[in-house]
């Protein structure tokens, strides 16, 4: 027995929510039971009747709270549910639903603890080729900070196991796409990708209003989770960079001092003793940073058998 739910956070989705509720899949190859959750986040239309309507099961956030809050409310509700594989799809009908089963077959088969739905990026219409550029780009910067493969890092399009919803943890406030990504690669989840079509556009993105301030954004993001779950890579290459500037000046003083120069070149050994003492700063904080990584880990799986106690009782 093998439970899906399927959750849709929403936002004044009214025009879109129903197109999408009625594309869903009723049923599913190695799926024995199929529910719906609607995460209904601050709505101010009829998004939530709809959803009652339909017969999806409404989780109601008051006041908004933005879509990556409503996306951990999601699955902490879809775990509560029973669920053993969650998908996450948008309210805006943007994915394909008939390509849920490709999506969901690689958590069922064991193979994956995590599947992206990947979109045909350059065949999107509605993208400018400004924003096709930035996505390949930002899925490239996430397969590399991440240790994943996945190939359209910004998909919302996703499937996770009971496992992978246990142990995600979402702290930014504006999206958990690369966020999610992040946390899967540290905490040695794996994670596939699966070719995903999308439908005609029905809207334009409540998201991405502006491409310049959802890369500030998603750049913040990135690094902030980066430090959090790679924090002695981070600073160690920091600390790399800067002991080799000060090993340069070392040589530079040197090389003049060999010549008969060194008088003039005081400067250049100040200016190393101050990267080579930051240097040694740096390698310290990444080592503290390590410390702290893996007390983290603990907690998380302190916090992870906790999860599992609090679906049992």
Known sequence: MTKLVIQIPCFNEEETLLTTLKSLPETVDGISEIEVLVIDDGSKDNSAQIAEKWGAKVLEIKPNKGL??????????????G????????????????????????????????????????????????????????????????STKVQDAPSGFRAFSKDAALKLNVFDNYTYTMETLLQAGA??????????????????????????????KSMKTTLRMFIVYRPFRFFIAFSLVTALFGLFLVGRFLYYY????????????????????????????????????????????????????????
């Open 83 to 146: 669920a053993d594989i969650i998908v996450n799809t948008d309210a805006d009908n943007q994915y394909d639903a008939s390509c849920m089963e490709d999506l969901i077959k690689p958590v069922l088969s064991g193979e994956a603890d995590i599947v992206v739905g990947a979109r045909d990026i350059s065949s999107i219409k509605e993208f400018s080729f400004v924003k096709k550029l930035l996505q390949k780009l930002g899925s490239a910067v996430l397969r590399l900070l991440s």
């Open 187 to 216: 905490k040695g989840l794996k994670v596939v990708s699966v070719p995903v079509r999308v439908n005609p556009q029905l809207r334009k993105s409540k998201l991405v209003k502006n491409i310049f301030s959802y890369v500030v």
């Open 68 to 81: 990556a809050n409503a996306f951990r409310s999601g699955l902490q509700e879809c775990l509560k549910m």
């Open 258 to 313: 060999l010549l008969g120069q060194g008088n003039g070149h005081i400067q250049s050994l100040i200016f190393a003793a101050v990267f080579l003492i930051s240097a040694i700063q740096l390698a310290i904080v990444a080592v503290i940073g390590d410390l702290l990584s893996i007390n983290r880990k603990l907690l998380e799986d302190i916090q992870t058998r906790v999860r599992n106690f609090e679906l049992k009782k």
